[in-house]
């Protein structure tokens, strides 16, 4: 299994941006798909989950109506759209797969929302 984030940077107040998670050496299509992120100093916290099949998406409170997640599996891609973001959601944004209990990460992306 293999997850690579990307899309992260700097951006201001009330900005957007686009992250993507390619995945290979498994069944997408098959498989939910997440996003975690985790602030200097805090714990990893969940941000979003989709299904296999794209029917059914769950967000955490910090994200709900400004985050969506989607994937193409066709691409072997998820995406989290992030919108109005805060200087809160500054922080490391990890794909996330799991296997039973064994979880599988990306190296991350930094997301950094300063003026």
């Known amino acids: 299994v293999q997850l690579v984030e990307s899309g992260g940077g700097l951006v201001q107040p009330g900005g957007s941006l686009r992250l993507s998670c390619a995945a290979s050496?498994?069944?997408?299509?098959?498989?939910?798909m997440s996003w975690y992120r985790q602030a200097p100093g805090k714990g990893r916290e969940l941000v979003a989950v989709?299904?296999?099949?794209?029917?059914?998406?769950n967000f955490a409170d910090s994200g709900k109506g400004r985050f969506t997640i989607s994937r193409d599996n066709a691409k072997n891609t998820v995406y989290l759209q992030m919108n109005s973001l805060r200087p809160e959601d500054t922080a490391v944004y990890y794909c996330?797969?799991?296997?039973?209990?064994?979880?599988?990460w990306g190296q991350g992306t930094q997301v950094t929302v300063s003026s």
């Open positions: 996330n797969t799991r296997r039973g209990s064994k979880n599988y």
């Open positions: 050496g498994f069944t997408f299509s098959s498989y939910a």
């Open positions: 989709i299904g296999s099949a794209s029917s059914s998406t």
